[in-house]
């Protein structure tokens, strides 16, 4: 998986396909009102980033968790240092990311920030139901559960991915307040 991320006819396509999420988002945001041009385009790239960011911290944490899971040890010091260093640079593009992403007016962000949640949601729910239905079809078939850890592991990894979602989307609603009336 890591080795498919650095390859070189990877960064050939790279601007087509950004450029087509840019413009396909950039449209339904400029439809919000009192969205501003500037702020959608910082947005857009924020969102972007984030979830390249979510990429990274994934693909780290999914291998750490499943070596440790299987209990593989991690006696190769540049395998430990290499996934260690790509998680921290994981979190380190979606700190700043969500950092320039504060400063943006929320009627600029309010759709790529909701495409982003949502598709994590998304993305989360089809982890849980395929890696589950993999499960359970590897135990009808073969009457065991052999790699069950890293399915399970990958499960959990879906299930954090919803719920986050769910929990960003509840936390963004404003907060009612009742007020009294006087009489």
């Known amino acids: 998986m890591l080795g498919y991320l650095f390859q070189t006819s990877l960064f050939q396509y790279a601007p087509f396909v950004i450029t087509g999420l840019l413009a396909l988002l950039f449209i339904p945001s400029l439809l919000v009102t009192g969205?501003?041009?500037?702020?959608?385009g910082r947005a857009?790239?924020?969102?972007?980033?984030?979830?390249?960011?979510?990429?990274?911290?994934?693909?780290?944490?999914l291998q750490l968790s499943s070596d440790?899971?299987?209990?593989?040890?991690?006696?190769?010091?540049?395998?430990?240092s290499a996934l260690i260093l790509i998680f921290v640079i994981g979190i380190g593009v979606m700190v700043h990311a969500s950092?320039?992403?504060?400063?943006?007016?929320?009627?600029?962000?309010?759709?790529?920030?909701?495409i982003f949640v949502l598709t994590c949601e998304t993305i989360g729910g089809?982890?849980?139901?395929?890696?589950?239905?993999?499960?359970?079809?590897?135990?009808?078939l073969t009457q065991k559960?052999?790699?069950w850890e890293t399915q399970m592991i990958t499960i959990l990894f879906g299930v954090?991915?919803?719920l986050g979602a769910?929990?960003?989307?509840?936390?963004?609603?404003?907060?009612?307040?009742?007020?009294?009336?006087?009489?």
Do not use: Y
Not at 99 to 114: F, G, H, M, N, Q
Not at 126 to 140: D, H, K, Q
């Open 35 to 40: 969205a501003k041009p500037e702020g959608v």
């Open 44 to 61: 857009i790239i924020c969102v972007l980033w984030k979830a390249f960011g979510l990429v990274l911290i994934a693909m780290s944490l």
């Open 68 to 80: 440790i899971a299987t209990s593989q040890t991690l006696t190769a010091q540049p395998m430990l």
């Open 99 to 114: 950092r320039i992403l504060a400063t943006v007016d929320e009627a600029s962000k309010a759709v790529p920030k909701l």
């Open 126 to 140: 089809l982890v849980i139901v395929i890696t589950g239905l993999t499960l359970m079809i590897n135990f009808l």
């Open 145 to 147: 559960f052999d790699g």
């Open 160 to 162: 954090v991915l919803m």
């Open 166 to 183: 769910s929990m960003h989307v509840k936390s963004g609603a404003k907060k009612k307040v009742a007020v009294r009336k006087k009489k």
